[in-house]
T-cell receptor, first 111, second 117 residues
């Protein structure tokens, strides 16, 4: 089955700086790569996703890039704000089964 | 906004007891997932249903865990007997399913937090 690895496990940045979280996946059949944000005590919420037919997707301050050849994808947050502090999870899916999640990255944005 | 409903939100039980969690997915969503999330870790897939059929339960500890979705709508996850290591958040999620727009876009419920004493 799919195996997703995520790095780093913790990330601390100053407000206004950029944050980058990286994930690798194992199953070359995976074609859908979402990112979820989970605030303390709350459910994971989808923030952005990308499908394998594109290499990059952007939504305001967040962007995701995908390198299918290397089987890795990354989340980029620019101009970070304290409210961006949360745990971020990447995931990968082949479309029918196996929506597998990474172990998560705890992002802290210091004012 | 449509939501995935879960109950109970919190459950405290003693080891060796039976526990059950219920999930009602977003109306019309064919795919339903049960995940277990241990504090500080990512969600771990336990079982995935497509309508009433199990499509993946490879990570479900079948000696003590069972899941069903008899009519292809709501679902129940049961643990019997509960063990100390089962303490975790049990998250249910649903997605429209194959062939639909946004087929595998998951929406999570609020979760059921289990504490086994």
């Amino acid at each position: 089955g799919e195996n997703v690895e995520q790095h780093p496990s913790t990330l601390s940045v100053q407000e206004g700086d950029s944050a980058v979280i990286k994930c690798t996946y194992s199953d070359s059949a995976s074609n859908y790569f979402p990112w979820y944000k989970q605030e303390l005590g709350k459910r994971p919420q989808l923030i952005i996703d990308i499908r394998s037919n594109v290499g990059e997707k952007k939504d305001q301050r967040i962007a995701v890039t995908l390198n299918k050849t290397a089987k890795h994808f990354s989340l980029h947050i620019t101009e970070t704000q304290p409210e961006d502090s949360a745990v971020y999870f990447c995931a990968a899916s082949s479309g029918r089964v196996d929506m597998r999640f990474g172990a998560g990255t705890r992002l802290t944005v210091k004012p | 906004e449509a939501e995935v409903a879960q109950s109970p939100r919190y459950k405290i039980t003693e080891k060796s007891q039976a526990v059950a969690f219920w999930c009602d997915p977003i109306s019309g969503h064919a795919t339903l997932y049960w995940y277990r999330q241990i504090l500080g870790q990512g969600p771990e897939l336990l079982v995935q249903f497509q309508d009433e059929s199990v499509v993946d339960d490879s990570q479900l500890p079948k000696d003590r865990f069972s899941a069903e979705r008899l009519k292809g709508v709501d679902s129940t996850l049961k643990i019997q007997p509960a063990e100390l290591g089962d303490s975790a958040m049990y998250l249910c999620a649903s997605s429209p399913g194959t062939g639909s727009s946004g087929a595998n876009v998951l929406t999570f419920g609020a979760g059921s937090r289990l504490t086994v004493l």
